[in-house]
T-cell receptor
Framework: DTAVSQTPKYLVTQMGNDKSIKCEQN?????MYWYKQDSKKFLKIMFS???????INETVPNRFSPKSPDKAHLNLHINSLELGDSAVYFC??????????????FGPGTRLLVL | DAKTTQPNSMESNEEEPVHLPCNHS???????IHWYRQLPSQGPEYVIH???SNVNNRMASLAIAEDRKSSTLILHRATLRDAAVYYC??????????FGKGTKLTVNP
C-alpha cells in the first residue's frame, strides 16, 4: 500500500504548455505539501494545505496553483511552463499542522522536464 | 529559519557504525531536531527526531548534546542501503521543513 502517491512519475513537455501533477495520501492526514527539488538538489517547500485550506505559500509564481479537492488530495497545476520549472516535485503529508514534532511522509516524486 | 551545519560528505564501511554530526548553535528552546534521508532517485524519508533527550528507533539513534547546540545521528551498522543524503533539520516557529545541503553518506562494501 503506497502511503503517498504521485502521478505521473515522469512528465516531458514543451515550454508554454499547462500541466498538472496529482498527489494522493491514504494515511488519513490533515496536512499536505508540495516541494520542489532543482537540478542542484536543493529541496524547497512550495505550498502546504491543511484540510483543504492553504497554510503556506512560499512566494511561488502564480503560474503554480495548488488545488485540494479533499484532504486526501493535493494537485499542482502549472500554467505556461518555463525551462526553469524543470525539477523533481515531491508531495508530502503529515498528521496535522502546527506540530513541530510531526513527521512528514513523502511521495516518490514527479520528474518534470520542460523542453 | 534556524540553521544547521553538516559535513558535505562522509564515508563508512558496511556493517560499521556511522556517526553523522549536525551543528545547530542558534537552536531555540522549542525547536525539534529532525533527521530525514533521501536515497538516490527517491523522496525524502523520515529517520528520527528529538527535542532534548536521546532517542532510539529501529532505524537509528539520535544523540543530542546537553546544550542542544549539536546532535549526532548514529547508524549502528551501516548497510549499502543506507547510502543516501542525510538532512538535519530544525522545526519550530513554523511547521516547514527547511532542507539544507545535507551530508552525502557513501557506504563501502
Amino acid at each position: 500500500d503506497t502511503a503517498v502517491s504521485q502521478t505521473p512519475k515522469y512528465l516531458v513537455t514543451q515550454m508554454g504548455n499547462d500541466k498538472s501533477i496529482k498527489c494522493e495520501q491514504n494515511l488519513g492526514h490533515d496536512t499536505m505539501y508540495w516541494y520542489k527539488q532543482d537540478s542542484k538538489k536543493f529541496l524547497k517547500i512550495m505550498f502546504s494545505y491543511n484540510n483543504k485550506e492553504l497554510i503556506i505559500n512560499e512566494t511561488v509564481p502564480n503560474r503554480f496553483s495548488p488545488k485540494s479537492p479533499d484532504k486526501a488530495h493535493l494537485n499542482l497545476h502549472i500554467n505556461s511552463l518555463e525551462l526553469g520549472d524543470s525539477a523533481v516535485y515531491f508531495c508530502a503529508s503529515s498528521r496535522r499542522t502546527g506540530g513541530f514534532s510531526e513527521t512528514q511522509y513523502f511521495g516518490p516524486g514527479t520528474r518534470l522536464l520542460v523542453l | 529559519d534556524a540553521k544547521t551545519t553538516q559535513p558535505n560528505s562522509m564515508e563508512s564501511n558496511e556493517e560499521e557504525p556511522v556517526h553523522l554530526p549536525c551543528n545547530h548553535s542558534t537552536i531555540s528552546g522549542t525547536d525539534y531536531i529532525h533527521w530525514y534521508r533521501q536515497l538516490p532517485s527517491q523522496g525524502p524519508e523520515y529517520v528520527i527526531h528529538g527535542l532534548t533527550s536521546n532517542v532510539n528507533n529501529r532505524m537509528a539513534s539520535l544523540a543530542i548534546a546537553e546544550d542542544r547546540k549539536s546532535s549526532t545521528l548514529i547508524l549502528h551498522r551501516a548497510t549499502l542501503r543506507d547510502a543516501a543524503v542525510y538532512y538535519c533539520i530544525l522545526m519550530g516557529g513554523s511547521e516547514k521543513l527547511v532542507f539544507g545541503k545535507g551530508t552525502k553518506l557513501t557506504v563501502n562494501p
